[in-house]
């Protein structure tokens, strides 16, 4: 049966500091070291056996799959990074103060920036970085909403994960609040309204026990 857990990263330094983080690439405060190898001595405890692991390229995702891994003992475990993994890119709002935004265009446009489905916040020009070098520049985002993060996410999801679950493989994504929520909207099927209450906890790895043909058999936190 294949099985699927996902793992959303755990506070980082700017979760700290209330800023939009998007694709800024912050580490993990210490709460958060200790959120991730907590959700890997639960991995352990409940005799999950990775046989891959995908993250994305963005230091607080691969850290946390670092620290799972190492606590459930599978550090050795194939390792695969993606941009098509990191969280939402939150456009002109990276780096900027949440209440401080919140005070200057309202608390209703900003609930609307962070949890419409198909509202994208004010775009930004993407800025160089060499993790992305070989990508088509116009791939690179100003700016996501869930829409787009899952339209990107898409082709990964095609391409890597479900051809190993189709193999009956036990899956780690050890990603973001926004790319989990996006994949568990195509996985579960939840519509474009219902998809904006769905909470991905943090230190609590979620698993899905999945149908040959990757319908959800039953899901539960550790």
């Given at each position: ?9 755990g ?6 500091e ?8 912050v ?17 352990k405890?409940?005799g999950?056996?990775?046989d ?35 969280e ?9 103060d ?76 050890a ?8 994949l ?29 043909d990757?319908t ?6 550790l």
């Amino acid at each position: 049966m294949p099985k699927l857990i996902f793992a959303r990263h755990g506070k980082s330094e700017w979760n700290k500091e209330n800023k939009f983080t998007g694709w800024v690439d912050v580490d993990l405060a210490p709460e958060g070291v200790e959120e991730a190898q907590d959700a890997g001595r639960k991995i352990k405890e409940a005799g999950i056996e990775f046989d891959v692991a995908y993250t994305s390229v963005l230091t607080r995702a691969i850290k946390t799959c670092h620290y799972i891994l190492e606590e459930a003992n599978q550090l050795w475990v194939p390792e695969v990074k993606s941009w098509r993994l990191n969280e939402r890119h939150y456009g002109a709002l990276q780096g900027l103060d949440k209440q401080d935004t919140r005070d200057k265009y309202g608390d209703e446009q900003v609930h609307i920036w962070r949890r419409s489905y198909d509202v994208l916040p004010p775009l930004t020009d993407p800025k160089a970085d060499r993790r992305y070098a070989d990508l088509d520049p116009r791939t690179i985002p100003g700016g996501e909403n869930l829409k787009v993060t899952l339209e990107r996410a898409l082709p990964f999801w095609e391409d890597q994960i479900a051809p190993a679950l189709r193999d009956g493989k036990t899956v780690l994504v050890a990603a973001h609040g926004n790319s989990l929520r996006a994949l568990a909207k195509h996985i579960e099927g939840i519509s474009d309204d219902d998809i904006m209450d769905l909470e991905i906890p943090t230190g609590k790895p979620s698993v899905y026990e999945l149908n040959d043909d990757l319908t959800v058999k039953d899901k539960y936190y550790l």
